[in-house]
C-alpha cells in the first residue's frame, strides 16, 4: 500500500509560481513511476506530467511544457512538481499518482487508469 500527500497548492497571480509536493508513505517508492494530474471544474482529469523511478525521465503535457518540471528525491519519498509562468487556465485541483506496474511503452503513464494510487489533491488558483 502507498499513501500519497500533496501539499503546496494555493492561490497565485498570473505569471508567478508554486512548487507542490508529494509525500509517499510505503515502500517501494523508488520503483513507481509518480505522475500528476489534474482536474478543472466541469472538466475532465487531464495527465500533467510523469517521472520513471529508475532512470528518472520525464515526460509532460503539450500545455504546460517548458514551464512545469517534475522531479522526485527518492531519499525523501517526496515527487515534486514545480509550475512557472502560471496562468489562469492551469487552475484546477492537482493530484498525484503513482503506478506500480513498470510498462516498457510510456505511453500507458499518459492514462490515469495506469495508476494504483492517488492523493487527495490540492488546489491551485491562478488569478488573471
Known amino acids: 500500500q502507498v499513501q500519497l500527500v500533496e501539499s503546496g497548492g494555493g492561490l497565485v497571480q498570473a505569471g508567478g509560481s508554486l512548487r507542490l509536493s508529494c509525500a509517499a508513505k510505503?515502500?517501494?517508492?523508488?520503483?513507481?513511476?509518480m505522475g500528476w494530474f489534474r482536474q478543472a471544474p466541469g472538466k475532465e482529469r487531464e495527465f500533467v506530467a510523469f517521472i520513471r523511478g529508475s532512470v528518472g525521465s520525464t515526460n509532460y503535457a503539450d500545455s504546460v511544457k517548458g514551464r512545469f518540471t517534475i522531479d522526485r528525491d527518492n531519499a525523501k519519498n517526496t515527487v515534486y512538481l514545480q509550475m512557472n509562468s502560471l496562468r489562469p487556465e492551469d487552475t484546477a485541483v492537482y493530484y498525484c499518482?503513482?503506478?506500480?506496474?513498470?510498462?516498457?511503452?510510456?505511453?500507458?503513464?499518459?492514462?490515469?487508469?495506469?495508476?494504483?494510487?492517488w492523493g487527495q489533491g490540492t488546489q491551485v488558483t491562478v488569478s488573471s
Open positions: 499518482a503513482a503506478a506500480s506496474i513498470i510498462y516498457y511503452s510510456e505511453n500507458y503513464y499518459y492514462r490515469g487508469s495506469t495508476y494504483d494510487y
Open positions: 510505503g515502500r517501494t517508492f523508488s520503483s513507481k513511476v
